[in-house]
């Protein structure tokens, strides 16, 4: 391993008693505190994510949905949490041709899909948590009733989206101080989403999906327009399903399976595989050419091949395989950008948040909870605190198209958690592979990057960084980033303050369209979060994105 070749200004997080690593500190704070009472890493996550709900809106909620990946100490084995909602059973295709409906507007209540979130907490702490919904509920609760100061790059966000969803959204005054987002360090209280935190504390999920909540939704939504029904949500269910992965030089890579596009990043990591990345400088033209290519490729069959797996057949084994990555690496000119690949054909038989946890226990959750854009629609049901998603927006309208909409059909889902664990025996490849192993897998990382479609392009840089450039999480978050930014193979590539101009000139010469991007733009580059461990001490290492409010922090 080459020695790394970029330097961070910030030092990871050590510890060993717990870790927590998000967006927001008070939501840190929140993971913290139920780890402090004994809690273990799916308690703490639900915690953060219900806490994240008060404090960045902007992004998350319990009206958007959310995914989990868990590592489970005692058996080495990582689970899959699909929390996404689906499509109202009165919406078609036919419904939006008889209206002239050629593409869906990004706020247009025919976006809303079924809020999975709540469902998804209480899944995840019914099969994975120790605690009741009522102790994990407590530190948002506390911070809906009684207030918190806003933090800077959420007060952005959220006068950004007060002025472009809230405004105009159907409640959307609730989730505002007078109409206006608050101003950093500024109190914002949210009674109404203490009101539905209780009230799901005490009745569980259904006290969401039936009664009060679900009536105020439905009722929202058709006076909006939509078509939403208490049927609708009264038939909402998450799913566990088996996760999907690859091996990548010693490690495994987890991701859920679609209709998430977590299978955009193994697909890259598969055909990056096949190059000396670690003898390249990570924000060289170089490099940055061959990871840029490397998803140009994943995204041409991500997006035609991802979609509710209950609606098309999905050849997932095939895109994985390692004999197809051979085939399209063939694909890659080192030398040239290919802006017009198209998908393969295998051989067969939004704005976000993102945390991680890592328990004492040794286990981990990688956790994502999301409205998509920003607020979602912003639409807010009457005295309930919290806005709608428009997670529908990702729906294709071409009926031939394998996520094209349908009745009680999920999403394209942008969405990803992720997680790698250590094969038996693998080649050593950095100072965390130190220390004896067992026969079955240890955990290694639990990762993500949010935001939209960038969030594969993270997994895959961010991975790349530790694993070839034996960066340290935090440096790793640090590092600047690439983003196609549209997520189609033929997109625009962002390309982050802090990569020269040079190196920009070059990838121009290539056949790349590049634009540099700073500021406040920064969110389009995500924002990760990433604790590592060590199997022989126990000791995790985290780190938190500048580009958010939060940091990461651990117990003793």
Not at 19 to 26: D, E, F, G, T
Not at 346 to 360: Q, R
Not at 519 to 544: H, K, M, N, Y
Request: aromatic letters at 8%; charged letters at 20%.
């Amino acid at each position: 391993m080459t020695e790394p070749t970029f330097a961070s200004r910030r030092s990871p997080v050590y510890g060993r008693g717990g870790m927590v690593a998000a967006s927001q500190p008070l939501a840190v704070a929140a993971g913290i505190e139920i780890l402090s009472a004994g809690g273990n890493a799916a308690d703490a996550a639900v915690a953060v994510a219900a806490a994240l709900n008060v404090t960045e809106p902007t992004s998350t909620g319990i009206g958007g949905d959310m995914f989990a990946l868990f590592f489970d100490a005692k058996t080495r084995q990582v689970s899959a949490l699909n929390g996404s909602g689906r499509a109202p059973a009165a919406l078609t295709l036919e419904r939006l041709k008889k209206e002239g409906m050629n593409e869906l507007p990004p706020f247009h209540p025919y976006t809303i899909t079924v809020p999975g979130a709540c469902a998804g907490w209480f899944d995840l702490i019914e099969r994975h948590g120790t605690k009741s919904m009522s102790e994990i509920l407590a530190p948002a609760i506390r911070l809906a009733e009684g207030g918190f100061p806003v933090a800077e790059l959420t007060s952005h966000f959220w006068q950004r989206g007060a002025e472009r969803q809230l405004k105009f959204a159907p409640n959307g005054i609730e989730m505002t101080i007078d109409g206006r987002g608050p101003n950093a360090s500024e109190i914002f209280k949210n009674p109404g989403l203490a009101r539905a935190f209780k009230k799901i504390a005490e009745g569980g999920k259904l006290s969401f999906y039936q009664g009060e909540i679900a009536e105020a939704i439905a009722k929202v939504i058709q006076e909006s327009g939509g078509c939403m029904t208490t049927d609708d949500l009264a038939a909402h269910i998450s799913t566990w399903e088996k996760p999907i992965s690859v091996t990548y030089r010693g490690y495994r890579v987890y991701e859920c399976p679609p209709n998430g596009q977590g299978i955009t990043a193994l697909i890259a990591l598969n055909l990056l595989e096949g190059f000396d990345l670690a003898s390249l400088d990570p924000i060289s033209a170089n490099r940055l050419h061959l990871e840029i290519e490397a998803m140009r490729l994943a995204f041409a069959d991500a997006r035609w091949y991802v979609s509710d797996p209950k609606f098309s057949n999905i050849p997932i084994e095939q895109l994985l395989s390692k004999e197809y990555a051979n085939e399209r690496r063939k694909l890659i000119d080192p030398r040239r950008a290919t802006l017009d690949q198209k998908h393969g054909t295998p051989v067969t038989s939004s704005d976000t948040v993102y945390f991680s946890v890592a328990d004492k226990f040794g286990s981990a959750c990688s956790f994502i909870n999301s409205n998509y854009m920003g607020f979602g629609t912003g639409i807010v049901p009457k005295g309930w605190g919290f806005t709608l998603q428009n997670r529908g927006h990702n729906f294709d309208l071409d009926p031939n198209h394998p996520n094209a909409l349908a009745p009680r059909k999920r999403p394209y889902h942008t969405i990803i958690p992720a997680m790698a664990t250590r094969v038996p025996h693998p080649h050593p490849l950095s100072r965390w592979e130190r220390g004896t192993r067992g026969e079955g897998e240890e955990l290694f990382a639990s990762f993500g990057v949010m935001g939209g479609f960038m969030q594969p392009q993270g997994h895959v840089q961010v991975f790349t960084a530790m694993v070839d450039g034996g960066l340290d999480p935090q440096a790793v978050l640090d590092l600047p980033r690439f983003c196609i930014d549209d997520g189609t193979a033929g997109g625009a590539v962002a390309l982050e303050e802090g990569i020269a101009d040079a190196v920009m000139a070059n990838l121009t010469e290539r056949g790349h369209k590049v634009q540099k991007v700073a500021g406040w733009e920064r969110a389009l580059f995500g924002r990760g979060q990433i604790i590592l461990r060590d199997p022989a001490t126990g000791v995790l290492c985290g780190g938190s994105d500048p580009r958010a409010d939060g940091y990461a922090a651990s117990l003793i």
